[in-house]
């Protein structure tokens, strides 16, 4: 999913608890039970495997995530969120404590509407009545005396700054002295927890991705687009209800548009007909198990007589597979995402192809927590551009090139890219999907 304006335009399984679902799949109660449970499993051997680990590694002996009614914090996803609880209760503390070597990780929901499908992620389930959420909070903290408590305010990361200002000052109020001088930021453990994949998620990860790709495969084609008949929003309605019918989850509406000869770009909020001649453009991902996918695809529709794009398209697409190629190979374990992004477009123009680098890493969310290769903007962007490339991270490899088209009298044309990889340390990045590997053509 886009993070940058380009050119005007907004840019925008090893093993499995389940088998991988056909492109034919379509959604049954037996579906939702399936990815329904595969998600909880997921996500708490996660949880029972590397939060402990990670809060010794930043030093948090305590991480209090508080959420209420209406405004969830949204890393309760990770934890046990509302396909858990069947509801968020009116203000819930989830906390997480470590006592110390030769301890394992304590656990503990304080709240109302406590499922018991909650006891997968925590040991202790604590209801309040009419005494109220805080009498037990300061209990806790007081019996067990931690000296750095994580909470979520975070100026970068956006899913570790879920921490309301009312709940804020809820919470200094429970804390009293000394605990509120003992505070520090969740940031770099969110962001390490986020980087830190399973088995069974990378395989869930490599599912939405497959399963992206094919959708999109169809929906740029003869089987649902009509040169003359078929508009960019019918084509947005198909992918939606294409998902639906898989049985995934929502991630984002899927994005569309257009160029044309003469200088002519059309988005979705425009709603054209597709034209012969066009050049299509789609960004669009599903969510699988609460995992994501983020891919950009295109496609040209053929004029009557042609059978093949013009030459100049043609070649415009193949400098963008030289830009992909290139943007992997600086894609290296340990660097920023300022510096991928300087080197891949310092190479890319040294090889004359004009291109603008806008990936980022993905996971639970589109833009997940840590490296973007993005402009280092603090008031946008925050720390993510100087965020390091992490062992395993799943990175939407995005980006853009443009070339300028001689049979459309030299007009600039913009190819958006996007494709699903997996980084690792000891060896090449790696296409979960795909990759799209030329323009696809609809006749």
């Keep these: 999913m886009s993070c940058q304006r380009v050119a005007g335009r907004l840019f925008l399984v090893a093993a499995t608890l389940g088998a991988p679902l056909a492109a034919s799949a379509q959604i049954t109660p037996e579906l939702i039970r399936e990815r329904t449970e595969r998600e909880w499993t997921i996500k708490a051997e996660k949880m029972h495997r590397h939060?402990?680990?990670?809060m010794r590694r930043h030093g948090v002996d305590l991480w209090i995530i508080l959420s209420r009614e209406n405004a969830p914090d949204p890393l309760v996803e990770l934890f046990g969120g509302y396909g858990v609880t069947g509801w968020y209760g009116h203000r819930n503390a989830y906390l997480f404590f470590d006592a110390g070597a030769g301890h394992t990780l304590?656990?503990?929901?304080?709240?109302?509407?406590?499922?018991?499908?909650?006891?997968?992620?925590?040991?202790t389930l604590t209801p309040y009545g009419e005494e109220g959420l805080k009498?037990?909070?300061?209990?806790?903290?007081?019996?067990?005396?931690?000296?750095?408590?994580?909470i979520n305010q975070s100026r970068t990361i956006s899913m570790a700054d879920g921490l309301t200002a009312e709940l804020?000052?809820?919470?200094?109020?429970?804390?009293?002295?000394?605990?509120?001088?003992?505070?520090?930021?969740?940031?770099?453990?969110?962001?390490?927890?986020?980087?830190?994949?399973?088995?069974?998620?990378?395989?869930?990860?490599r599912e939405a991705s497959v399963a992206t790709f094919a959708i999109l495969r169809r929906a740029l084609s003869n089987e649902i687009i009509t040169p003359g008949r078929t508009t960019?929003?019918?084509?947005?309605?198909?992918?939606?209800?294409?998902?639906?019918r898989q049985g995934f989850e929502f991630n984002f509406p899927a994005s569309l548009d257009l160029q044309r000869a003469g200088g002519v770009t059309l988005d979705d909020a425009a709603d054209p007909r597709i034209e012969r001649g066009d050049l299509l453009h789609v960004d669009f991902g599903v969510r699988s198990s609460g995992i994501?996918?983020?891919?950009?695809?295109?496609?040209?529709?053929l004029r009557e007589g042609e059978t093949t794009p013009p030459a100049g398209l043609v070649r415009a697409f193949v400098y963008s597979t030289r830009a992909a190629a290139i943007i992997l190979e600086e894609m290296q374990?340990?660097?920023?995402?300022?510096?991928?992004?300087?080197?891949?477009?310092?190479?890319?123009?040294?090889?004359?192809?004009?291109?603008?680098?806008?990936?980022?890493?993905?996971?639970?969310?589109?833009?997940?927590?840590?490296?973007?290769?993005?402009?280092?903007?603090?008031?946008?962007?925050?720390?993510?551009?100087?965020?390091?490339?992490?062992?395993?991270?799943?990175?939407?490899?995005?980006?853009?090139v443009t070339v300028p088209v001689p049979e459309w009298d030299d007009q600039s044309v913009t190819i958006m890219r996007e494709e699903d990889t997996l980084v690792t340390s000891d060896a090449s990045p790696e296409y979960l999907s795909g990759p799209q590997t030329e323009l696809w053509i609809i006749r």
């Design 51 to 54: 939060l402990l680990p990670l």
């Design 135 to 150: 009498p037990h909070l300061r209990e806790y903290i007081e019996t067990r005396d931690p000296r750095r408590i994580a």
């Design 232 to 244: 960019l929003m019918d084509v947005q309605y198909w992918i939606t209800a294409e998902w639906k």
């Design 333 to 400: 374990v340990g660097r920023t995402g300022a510096a991928i992004k300087l080197a891949a477009e310092t190479r890319t123009s040294a090889d004359g192809i004009d291109t603008l680098v806008y990936s980022h890493v993905q996971g639970y969310w589109v833009h997940d927590a840590g490296m973007w290769a993005v402009h280092d903007w603090p008031e946008r962007y925050g720390d993510h551009p100087r965020s390091t490339l992490k062992d395993g991270d799943w990175v939407s490899l995005e980006f853009a």
């Design 106 to 123: 304590e656990t503990t929901a304080l709240g109302t509407h406590l499922s018991g499908h909650l006891r997968r992620f925590y040991d």
């Design 168 to 205: 804020k000052a809820y919470l200094l109020d429970a804390l009293g002295t000394p605990y509120r001088d003992r505070l520090v930021s969740s940031e770099p453990l969110v962001v390490d927890y986020a980087s830190t994949h399973t088995v069974a998620e990378n395989a869930v990860e």
């Design 292 to 301: 994501v996918a983020d891919q950009q695809k295109m496609a040209y529709v």
